[in-house]
Structure formats: C-alpha cells, structure tokens
C-alpha cells in the first residue's frame, strides 16, 4: 500500500514493542506508527521505549509545574 499510494502511510494494531515500532519505520513499511492501545496499557510507554533506545525525554516548559511527578515517572521506567 505505501509504495502504491504515493501519500504517508501509518501503521496501526498490535504495536507495543518500541523495538517493533522503530523496525517498521526504518524499514520503511509505514512513515507512522499509531499506538493507542499501547499507551492505554503503559502510559509510560514513551518513557520506556526512550530507555530502550538509551535515550532522554525532555519535558515540555509549559509542564514545569508536573516536572516533579515527570521524574518520578521516568526514574520508574529507567
């Protein structure tokens, strides 16, 4: 479908691995990812796929106020 459509294309459905994620974009099956059910399951889900790819989330500034509860999450997930 993504080669024929010439428009980006997402994949959707049983994603909740951030390595699987990452593989199907870098492979060039999908320009997106959806993942719903995987953030209604782990809502720390960005967190852990950060961790997974050695990686850091940034807060934004205008969520300066949660940046407490933020890192508590994040050192949870580390």
Not at 27 to 50: C, H, I, K, S, Y
Request: hydrophobic content about 45%; charged content about 25%; cysteine-free.
């Amino acid at each position: 479908v993504r080669k024929g459509a010439d428009i980006p294309t997402r994949a959707v459905g049983l994603i909740d691995d951030p390595k699987q994620a990452e593989a199907i974009l870098t492979e060039g099956r999908a320009d997106m990812v959806a993942l719903a059910r995987a953030f209604l399951a782990d809502p720390r889900w960005g967190w852990r796929a950060a961790a997974t790819f050695s990686e850091t989330i940034h807060p934004a500034p205008q969520l300066a106020r949660s940046v407490t509860t933020m890192q508590h999450w994040m050192k949870a997930t580390g």
